[in-house]
């Protein structure tokens, strides 16, 4: 059985870090592009960030760009989301999910993506 699972969330005050990270187990991960989403109270689910599985290119949101860092350790089946200078808005539950699609370059959008694993999330709650 396919699976993740999320760690590392949190109640932290504005401006500090957290790093997430996500295990997969049950599918052959080094195939699949792996994204982060979140999902705050009221709002729509949203993509953060996304890490393509061929040469580690990355996305980013434009609200957490220069924040926000995605990275992959294949021989772990493990992505992190090392999150800096958090804000209020940050606040959600984040989800990490598996596509097979290759995305590379500015032309693709893995936002679009029909993602085939998800995880349960891990909460990350930001204090002002």
């Known amino acids: 059985e396919a699976q993740f699972v999320e760690s590392g969330g949190g109640l932290v005050q504005a401006g500090d870090s957290l790093r997430l990270s996500c295990v997969a187990s049950?599918?052959?991960?080094?195939?699949?592009?792996i994204a982060w989403f979140r999902q705050a109270p009221g709002k729509q689910r949203e993509l953060v960030s996304y890490?393509?599985?061929?040469?580690?290119?990355?996305h980013y949101a434009d609200f957490v760009k220069g924040r926000f860092t995605i990275s992959r350790e294949n021989a772990k089946n493990t992505v992190y989301l090392q999150m800096n200078n958090l804000k209020p808005e940050d606040t959600a539950v984040y989800y990490c999910?598996?596509?097979?699609?290759?995305?590379?370059?500015?032309?693709?959008?893995?936002?679009?993506?029909?993602?085939?694993?998800w995880g349960r999330g891990t909460q990350v709650t930001v204090s002002s």
């Open positions: 049950g599918f052959t991960f080094i195939d699949y592009g």
């Open positions: 999910a598996a596509d097979r699609n290759y995305c590379s370059g500015s032309g693709c959008d893995p936002s679009s993506y029909e993602y085939d694993y």
């Open positions: 890490i393509n599985n061929k040469d580690g290119e990355t």
